[in-house]
C-alpha cells in the first residue's frame, strides 16, 4: 500500500470516527445544516481524492497515461447521463485500448 493511500485510509477513517462521535456529543440536538451538508459532502471527496491520485501518480510524480484518459472518458460518460457500470466499461476499455497501441 503506497503512502498516498494509507494516508487518504486513515482521513476516511477519521471522518468516520469523527462522524460516530458527532452525535454521542450534542447529546441529540441536530446540527446546523451548512455543517450536516459538509460532513454529507466528505465521503465523497476523499474518494475522488483517491481515485484522481491514484489516475494520475506514478512513483510521486504526475502522469497522464491511460488511466487519466480513462478517467477523463468515464467523467464525460457521467456528465452525459451514462449509467455508472457503462462509465466504468468505457474507461477499462479506453485504458487498454491505449496501453495497446
Known amino acids: ?3 498516498t493511500v494509507a494516508a487518504i485510509a486513515t482521513l476516511a477513517l477519521a471522518t468516520f ?5 458527532g452525535p454521542v456529543a450534542l447529546g441529540g440536538r441536530r446540527l ?4 450536516s451538508a459538509a460532513l454529507a459532502a466528505l465521503p465523497a471527496a476523499l474518494l475522488t481524492a483517491l481515485v484522481v491520485t491514484g ?12 488511466r487519466a484518459a480513462g478517467l477523463v472518458v468515464a ?5 452525459l447521463g ?5 462509465a466504468v466499461l468505457l ?9 495497446a497501441i
Open 91 to 99: 474507461a477499462a476499455g479506453t485504458a487498454a485500448l491505449l496501453r
Open 55 to 66: 489516475a494520475f501518480d506514478r512513483d510521486g510524480a504526475l502522469a497522464v497515461d491511460a
Open 1 to 3: 500500500m503506497s503512502a
Open 82 to 86: 451514462a449509467r455508472m457500470v457503462t
Open 75 to 79: 467523467a464525460a460518460a457521467t456528465l
Open 32 to 35: 446546523p445544516r451548512p455543517l
Open 17 to 21: 470516527a469523527i462522524r460516530a462521535a
